[in-house]
């Protein structure tokens, strides 16, 4: 009986927790603004709106939190409010702990208030006071344009937040932080200060002459940006987005922004989580020496940086097209990044500099695994001598499994890959030789383009043999040149296929380790790329598929689906018989494949069982 007692009290334990969870979403506070609404203007529903946002923030940093805050379609300025001075440049929304911040409302004047879409009902947080920017298509025109000079430097501002502070569906424009000839850095559409730590979704930041978002969160906090775009900024650092201090970003879009370097975005210091974003068309050049990085500039992160599934396309610098990865200026050795950023699953199409038409990398260590290169190039400015179309490296350590590198040219040399080595101060001031470590496994290269080094072009300091390379189970397939050695690199190469196999290797200091399993063959690909005219640079590339014909089965993923060959490439089962098979689908003979598919679910089955 007492048992039963026991367990007689739970439904009205479960009626009372109901109860008090009720009461407690019930009293969660709305506060609604809408600039034309005409009631009492007191927050407490659609018709009684606050016009302005300065009081709704007024009205929540005061209430039991949390708050959220509706915001209809409009305009709103953050120098109008409660104990605001109209045209105060240092005016800005500031964020509030546990206080949600949604725009994109239809408000009052449409049939039903409560309806969101943040495309259709734009609600803009705008830095332009006096309502007289001019509309520049250009966002080099920003930065000396006289109707921006007495727009506020920061539109919205967040000090001391947490990730339960929300900032949703919201356009902010119109940040200025160019004073004479001078940049303020510490300035944006949305300023993230050293302790804080919120949330950014659905947000678009646009024609800002600042960064879209500043953010300098100096502690363990991590601010997170999802689903935002940033487009038409210009900035010193980062047009898009700049700082230091811990972020992770999600689905967001980096497109058209300009700065003197980390065009799309510029990031130094703590991790950097980048997922399914991407950088498009932009720009890091102008004034400054640096110019580096025109979608992205990433240096001194920490450990666990990702950058996973992203996109880079047509973005442009002097150094780093796609992406500038550590620090390349002189520095001590000690400053060189042991920490590595992994780099999977990404794309780099048509992007281009000097050096490093996607990716430069200086000091650094990355691990880029999956990825794609194509038509990435060194052709920024004709009159000047690049390296490097798709990826050029310097004192660093890189690692490269499974990725594609199809089309790329360069105008001197390494077409797809330039490794440079050279001398780093050391310890009390000494310079000493410092290396590069490159490792090729299950790569694909076809179709590269240079004067010398298609594949891989070094250029070693030659008082030290330090540079290496190591070379397995990938396919080159570029026509000549594949690899330029003048210095005396230490390259092994083994269960390679390389057309035209040692004869296209330039290795006066014979230096170069041809080991076992090497073979020189057709790698009868499905669909092998090729420029339109070889002997013209500015001639369209026609990609192709990589996938090794089978007569057991090759994926096709024009269709989704697996199909028959009526031949079956002697790169199937040619890998390293010490390299695991993966993910390739049986039958797989129990051996790794050459080229870029070996080793995944999409690699061509072995007609033998």
Not at 268 to 284: P, Q
Not at 339 to 352: E, K, Q, V
Not at 440 to 458: A, D, E, M, V, W
Request: net charge negative; hydrophobic share 35%.
């Amino acid at each position: 009986m007492r048992e039963r007692k026991y367990l007689s009290i739970w439904p009205a334990i479960l009626v009372l927790v109901a109860i008090l969870c009720t009461n407690a979403i019930a009293t969660e506070k709305i506060i609604y603004v809408d600039d034309d609404a005409v009631g009492e203007n007191n927050g407490s529903s659609w018709e009684n709106a606050y016009i302005y946002l300065q009081d709704a923030l007024f009205d929540a940093n005061s209430a039991e939190k949390p708050v959220e805050i509706r915001i209809a379609q409009g305009v709103y300025t953050p120098d109008i409010g409660i104990g605001i001075t109209p045209g105060d440049r240092d005016a800005s929304f500031q964020l509030i702990n546990d206080v949600t911040i949604k725009g994109g409302y239809a408000g009052i004047g449409e049939p039903d208030p409560d309806v969101r879409n943040a495309e259709l009902y734009k609600t803009i947080l705008n830095g332009d006071l006096a309502d007289n920017d001019i509309r520049l298509d250009n966002p080099k025109d920003l930065r000396d344009e006289p109707s921006r000079t007495d727009n506020c430097s920061r539109v919205i501002t967040a000090t001391t937040s947490d990730p339960n502070t929300i900032l949703d569906g919201v356009v902010v424009k119109g940040a200025y932080s160019l004073y004479g000839s001078g940049l303020l850095r510490r300035s944006g559409g949305l300023f993230i200060d050293e302790d804080a730590s919120i949330t950014v979704q659905n947000c678009t930041f646009t024609e800002n002459s600042a960064s879209g978002i500043y953010n300098e969160v100096l502690s363990s906090s991590t601010s997170t940006i999802i689903n935002c775009v940033f487009s038409n900024n210009i900035s010193y650092e980062g047009g898009g987005i700049s700082g230091i201090g811990n972020i992770h970003i999600v689905r967001c879009t980096f497109e058209d922004n300009l700065a003197f370097s980390g065009g799309g975005m510029r990031h130094y210091g703590y991790r950097i989580l980048l997922e399914g974003c991407t950088f498009a068309r932009n720009v890091a050049c102008c004034e400054a020496e640096a110019k580096y990085g025109g979608g992205l500039y990433v240096d001194y992160f920490s450990e666990d940086s990702k950058i996973v599934d992203c996109i880079f396309i047509e973005n442009i610098a002097g150094q780093g097209g796609g992406a500038q990865i550590g620090y390349p200026g002189p520095m001590p050795v000690s400053k060189r990044s042991d920490s590595p950023i992994l780099m999977s699953g990404c794309t780099f199409i048509r992007n281009n500099a000097i050096y490093g038409g996607a990716i430069r990398q200086d000091l650094s260590y990355l691990d880029i695994k999956n990825c794609v290169f194509l038509c990435n190039s060194t052709l920024v400015d004709r009159s000047v001598t690049g390296a490097g179309g798709a990826i050029s490296t310097s004192n660093s350590k890189t690692n490269l499994d499974n990725c594609i590198f199809s089309g790329n040219y360069a105008l001197e040399k390494g077409a797809s890959l330039y490794a440079k080595g050279s001398r780093i101060m050391g310890p009390r001031g000494v310079w000493r030789p410092f290396e590069f470590a490159l490792t090729l496994k299950n790569c694909t290269f076809r179709g590269n383009t240079s004067p010398i080094g298609q594949t891989l072009s070094c250029n070693s300091d030659k008082t030290e043999d330090l540079d290496s390379t190591v070379i397995t189970n990938c396919i080159l397939d570029n026509g000549s040149n594949e690899i330029h050695n003048p210095d005396g690199s230490g390259i092994t190469i083994s269960y390679t296929n390389l057309r035209g196999g040692a004869d296209n290797i330039y290795d006066p200091c014979e230096a170069l380790i041809w080991s076992d399993g090497n073979i020189d063959i057709d790698a009868l690909f499905a669909d092998p790329g090729y420029w339109a005219d070889a002997d013209d640079p500015n001639a369209v590339w026609i990609e192709g598929d990589y996938h090794s014909k089978s007569q057991a089965g090759r994926y096709d993923p024009n269709s989704g689906s697996w199909v028959i060959d009526d031949v079956t490439s002697l790169c199937i089962d040619a890998g390293d018989p010490n390299s695991p098979v993966g993910d390739e689908p049986e039958p797989n003979g129990g051996r790794i494949n050459m080229g870029a598919y070996g080793g995944t679910a999409e690699a061509s089955k072995s007609p033998a069982n």
